[in-house]
């Protein structure tokens, strides 16, 4: 079997769901889910910086999470496991502006997300994980930030009955006391 690599743009203008190459034969399987010039024949630009991977036990939520300052496009996969990938549209002037959208990604369907750059990136962990991220950007602590999980006007569905409830879920402390998408705007806006 062999599945060619293949892009569908969201709603949320420059985001996608991505499809990665994947062919299989009697020895096993071959996934390719980085070509730059695969990528740029979709409308996508992304030179990497940094690649890192998150490892996650079952009910761990990690909220909306961006950079203030040396913004990071991300292409993200889930390498084993099932995490539910919430992306949210942190573009002042985009007609999408506070929209969220959520995805199943798993190691079995080998979905991706490509997660522009303005965007807040965040799941919840269904099955212990293995996730991948591969960054336009390196990590900058300084402009490290995030939106809560649960606020209120992001209404992010999270499906929490798949770990058993919310109150199953692990949280860290910073996520515990980050920003709510008002003081986001009221931040965006004074700039």
């Known amino acids: 079997m062999i599945r060619k690599f293949n892009a569908i743009e969201l709603p949320l203008k420059g985001a ?20 730059q010039a695969i990528l740029q024949s979709f409308g996508i630009d992304l030179t990497l910086k940094e690649v890192f991977y998150t490892i996650s036990k079952k009910g761990v939520i990690r909220a ?17 496991g099932h995490v539910f990938d919430v992306i949210t549209d942190l573009r002042p002037e985009s ?15 080998r979905k991706m997300l490509y997660v522009p750059e303005f965007f807040g990136h965040g ?15 390196d ?12 606020d ?6 999270w499906p929490f009955e798949l770990i058993g409830g919310k109150e199953n879920i692990i949280i860290s402390e910073k996520d515990k006391n980050l920003m709510s998408f008002d003081q986001y705007k009221k931040l965006v806006d004074d700039k």
Request: aromatic share 16%; glycine share 8%; charged share 20%.
């Open 16 to 35: 996608y769901v991505l499809e990665p190459f994947y062919a299989t034969d009697e020895r096993g399987g071959f996934i390719k889910d980085y070509s």
């Open 64 to 80: 909306m999470h961006f950079q203030l300052y040396k913004q990071q496009a991300k292409l993200v996969r889930c390498i084993s």
């Open 95 to 109: 007609e999408t502006f506070g929209q969220s959208l959520g995805f199943h990604l798993t190691g079995d369907n």
């Open 123 to 137: 799941y919840l962990v269904i099955e212990d994980s293995i996730v991948s991220y591969k960054c336009s950007e």
């Open 139 to 150: 990590f900058f602590a300084e402009g490290d930030s995030g939106i809560m999980f649960n």
């Open 152 to 157: 209120s006007m992001l209404n992010i569905q």
